[in-house]
T-cell receptor, first 115, second 114 residues
Framework: AQSVAQPEDQVNVAEGNPLTVKCTYSVSGNPYLFWYVQYPNRGLQFLLKYITGDNLVKGSYGFEAEFNKSQTSFHLKKPSALVSDSALYFCAVRDSDSGNTPLVFGKGTRLSVIA | DSGVTQTPKHLITATGQRVTLRCSPRSGDLSVYWYQQSLDQGLQFLIQYYNGEERAKGNILERFSAQQFPDLHSELNLSSLELGDSALYFC?????????????FGDGTRLSIL
């Protein structure tokens, strides 16, 4: 079975400070990992993915994520937060060996960037 | 703009009724996914179609059904509606049916049951 956890419902950070949104996962094989962002009244928007290779993945809008196999984590990071980054962030995982099993999404973390 | 189009944007109806939600995937995408998003349940996967065939099934109620047509658009049918069916319904599409491709989401249909 595959699962993903986002341990924080809410993250608050001051504008200009670095931000981290946490994600841990569980799969039996190798993971495909994704981050999505959702702004109010909009659908989820793809930010970045880890499939294989370099553990540091760079994505849209200055976001990056670090894959850590030993800690089964895939935390989302940004060096300097903007007020416009305030949104709901979802981590998702799929086991690469799971055949037709669809993506499993975390419950989401609400990020608030305060000016 | 994700390229995924969902209609209608809003739908208000009563308990016991039936509604149809429509999704047009991105050009070139063969796979369509349906999700339900509510405050208490988060984002729940309902069903996936790939090139017209059902590929995977999630927490979809028997009162709900879906299909993907030859032109690849998809419809989600919800019947005998209950108050608890009030939610945001999202469609997403991807190039392939499995693997490492990201899904691209529409802006959803907000369903309100009165």
């Amino acid at each position: 079975a595959q699962s993903v956890a986002q341990p924080e419902d809410q993250v608050n950070v001051a504008e200009g400070n670095p931000l981290t949104v946490k994600c841990t996962y569980s799969v039996s094989g190798n993971p495909y990992l994704f981050w999505y962002v959702q702004y109010p009244n909009r659908g989820l928007q793809f930010l970045l993915k880890y499939i294989t290779g370099d553990n540091l993945v760079k994505g849209s809008y200055g976001f990056e994520a670090e894959f850590n196999k030993s800690q089964t984590s895939f935390h989302l990071k940004k060096p300097s937060a903007l007020v416009s980054d305030s949104a709901l962030y979802f981590c998702a995982v799929r086991d690469s060996d799971s055949g037709n099993t669809p993506l499993v999404f975390g419950k989401g973390t609400r990020l608030s960037v305060i000016a | 703009d994700s390229g995924v189009t969902q209609t209608p944007k809003h739908l208000i109806t009563a308990t016991g009724q039936r509604v149809t939600l429509r999704c047009s995937p991105r050009s070139g995408d063969l796979s369509v996914y349906w999700y339900q998003q509510s405050l208490d349940q988060g984002l729940q996967f309902l069903i996936q179609y790939y090139n017209g065939e059902e590929r995977a099934k999630g927490n979809i109620l028997e009162r709900f059904s879906a299909q993907q047509f030859p032109d690849l658009h998809s419809e989600l049918n919800l019947s005998s509606l209950e108050l608890g069916d009030s939610a945001l319904y999202f469609c997403a599409s991807s190039v392939a049916g499995t693997g490492n491709q990201p899904q691209h989401f529409g802006d959803g249909t907000r369903l309100s049951i009165l």
